[in-house]
């Protein structure tokens, strides 16, 4: 029996809808007419999801089908050198990238056993932070400050730093202007670092499901160097906006705000993405992954509700 159910009522990227009663929490479901969502809430008589495209041609009434999946994406080493969006397509009309292996978007972390202590250096070739606060492999470090202050500059000069260092970067844009992912890609290309880099996007018009689900998929892609002995290094720009898309989604599903309107979980939104940064012990191969998450502060406030959440976390 397909698990299928009806639309109720659909606008804002939400969709209710009624029946699909056999649905998982964070499942993929398909439209009729071929648009995915994810069924984030499910309540006593609907269920809430979010949609992953613009679904203007979804009609009230139309049927839904459970997919059976959670949100999924392919990995392989021929991503190195792509631009993808959340999705993990490759948005840079380069053509298709072929992949045998998949992984999950949201896996758990790696456990305490799995992990030994941070001991190698990661040069970002900024001689300041390298001699004063040097940052190891396998670590996170928060890079703060507000719009304009040269957070990204950081976050690039890192990455043209790891030429040469068999390091993989993956760096995710979330709700940027699309000229200004542009801008970094041109940069690194021109200086020979998409060699060794993945850019996941999602500009500012993309849809808050696919903003939010950015920086999932960027750790996921390094998740899969990291547990091949590599060592990667994923740079997300930036985690505000993330929790931003994610405020919006969550207020249009109506569950309740609380501070600053954001949702009860969005410490936890963060921390489980950064907590999948981690120093892989030696049984497992010794891979990496150094999280480097930028979060933008509105006229120096670090005391505001994301920054002070994210210090706590990195």
């Known amino acids: 029996i397909v698990n299928t159910g009806t639309v109720l009522q659909v606008g804002d990227g939400i969709v209710r809808i009624y029946g699909l009663d056999e649905v998982m929490a964070g499942e993929l479901v398909e439209f009729e007419e071929g648009t995915i969502g994810i069924a ?44 993808i969006n959340a999705l993990a397509k490759p948005i840079d009309g380069r053509g298709a990238i072929s992949s045998s292996e998949s ?43 507000d719009r304009q202050t040269g957070k990204t500059a950081v976050a690039t000069d890192t990455i043209l730093n790891q030429q040469g260092q068999n390091v993989i970067c993956v760096y995710v844009a979330i709700g940027q202007k699309a000229s200004s992912v542009a801008q970094v890609v041109n940069a690194l290309q021109e200086r020979g670092a998409m060699e060794y880099t993945i850019v996941v996007a999602e500009t500012a018009d993309s849809p808050a499901t696919l903003q939010y689900l950015a920086p999932y998929t960027g750790a996921a892609l390094a998740e899969y160097f990291m547990y091949r002995e590599r060592h990667t290094l994923i740079i997300y720009d930036d985690l505000s906006k ?19 309107a954001y949702p009860g979980d969005v410490f936890y939104l963060h921390s489980r993405l950064l907590e999948r940064a981690a120093k892989l012990s030696s049984s497992l191969g010794e891979g990496s992954m ?14 505001a509700y994301i920054p002070t959440n994210v210090i706590s976390i990195t």
């Open 290 to 303: 150094t999280a480097l998450p930028i979060v933008e502060t509105q006229s120096g406030d670090v005391s």
């Open 40 to 83: 984030l809430n499910l309540e006593s008589n609907n269920v809430g999801v979010v949609l992953m495209g613009d679904g203007l041609m979804i009609q009230e009434g139309s049927s839904v089908k459970a997919t059976g999946k959670i949100a999924q994406i392919p990995v392989s080493e021929a991503y190195l050198g792509r631009v």
């Open 242 to 260: 993330q929790a931003q898309a994610y405020r919006q989604m969550s207020l249009l599903l109506r569950r309740p705000p609380g501070r600053e």
């Open 103 to 145: 992984r999950l978007i949201e896996s758990p972390a790696p456990g305490i056993i799995s992990r030994r202590s941070v001991y190698e250096p990661l040069q970002t070739g900024l001689i300041a932070i390298d001699s004063m606060i040097p940052i190891g492999r396998g670590q996170r470090e928060l890079i703060i400050g």
